[in-house]
């Protein structure tokens, strides 16, 4: 089998859940409308958006490792048909579905470019404080490792024992800085944060004929809104008392996860879906996707895209009026 070369941080399944319905009718081709600030609009299509060369690819022992995409693969294979599914008759989400689509929707987040950057310079130096930790005690250590990071299965050419007592010795930093640790932490913190998700309410919302929701190459979202100020402060941990979690599925359904409130269904009005595409293209690093051409949307992007781009915004418990 041919190694993968171009590898998508946004799945080519998922963009084509936002292509254009008008052009697949008349010619039977997957479109999407790429937005970028400053740019012109283009058309483009799933195959050719989202993704860099050997994005998942690192070296080990001299040879090309790619079982990451290949994780990633199994993962898109049981969540496809879900999502498929609900846009074809949206309804409420399955316990069983839930479970799929939370570690899809957790590993989505730390995936792309944008989370892959938060990662590493925020929540990797955690992460090395924790394994300090636990590498004190051999049990702890293995524990740790087992619970938080997928291990290779040949023990032949991995060491625990000797990853610990690396660790011990002061050399924590070289090591998480490996591709391959840094890789594996898209799911080792995409476990986390579905574990978080599957402890909260999950209401499921369809598009009418007037919107449909789009996505950008950082497609989920998370913001809190401050009570007492009416201000909205976007990029929350999921864990952060009060947040919103808002997952477009396709452009017609989209998820919210919230704590608090009932699970449920049904149809958003036109303005919470502009609501929605707002904070998109406000949390966008580079690129907004969309099922149709729109002046509005291109008017906007060029506006506020990018405005908290995780890049540059501050991720203190600060925001600005929506």
Not at 84 to 103: C, G, N, T, W, Y
Request: one cysteine or more; hydrophobic letters at 40%; glycine letters at 8%.
């Amino acid at each position: 089998m041919k190694e993968p070369r171009q590898q998508h941080f946004i799945p080519r399944f998922y963009l084509s859940g936002f292509a254009d319905p008008g052009f697949l009718a008349r010619n039977k081709k997957e479109v999407i409308w790429v937005y970028e600030k400053g740019k012109e609009l283009r058309r483009s299509s799933p195959a050719n958006e989202a993704r860099q060369r050997d994005y998942y690819t690192f070296v080990q022992n001299g040879s090309r490792n790619v079982e990451i995409e290949g994780w990633l693969g199994n993962l898109e294979a049981l969540v496809a048909p879900i999502i498929s599914d609900l846009a074809r008759s949206p309804r409420h989400i399955s316990d069983s579905e839930k479970q799929v689509l939370a570690l899809f929707i957790g590993t989505m987040q730390m995936r792309t470019p944008a989370g892959r950057h938060f990662s590493e310079n925020r929540t990797g130096p955690l992460a090395t404080t924790l394994m300090k930790e636990a590498a004190a005690d051999p049990a702890r250590f293995r524990a740790f490792a087992e619970e938080n990071y997928l291990l290779p299965d040949d023990d032949e050419q991995f060491d625990l024992e000797e990853v610990r007592q690396s660790i011990v010795a002061g050399r924590g930093e070289e090591l998480a800085a490996r591709e391959g640790l840094k890789l594996l932490s898209i799911f080792e913190i995409g476990k986390m944060v579905a574990e978080v998700l599957l402890d909260m309410s999950w209401q499921t919302f369809c598009s009418g004929d007037d919107e449909s929701f789009l996505i950008s190459d950082d497609p989920v979202l998370s913001h809190v809104i401050d009570q007492q100020s009416n201000r909205l402060h976007l990029r929350m941990g999921v864990g952060t008392p009060g947040v919103n979690v808002w997952f477009p599925l396709c452009r017609t359904v989209c998820v919210r996860i919230v704590r608090g409130e009932e699970s449920g269904f049904g149809q958003w009005v036109p303005a919470g879906i502009r609501y929605v595409n707002k904070m998109m293209i406000m949390c966008a690093e580079r690129w907004v996707y969309a099922s149709e051409r729109s002046e509005k949307v291109r008017t906007l992007v060029n506006k506020r895209g990018g405005q908290f781009s995780v890049r540059t915004v501050d991720l203190h418990f600060e925001g600005r009026r929506y």
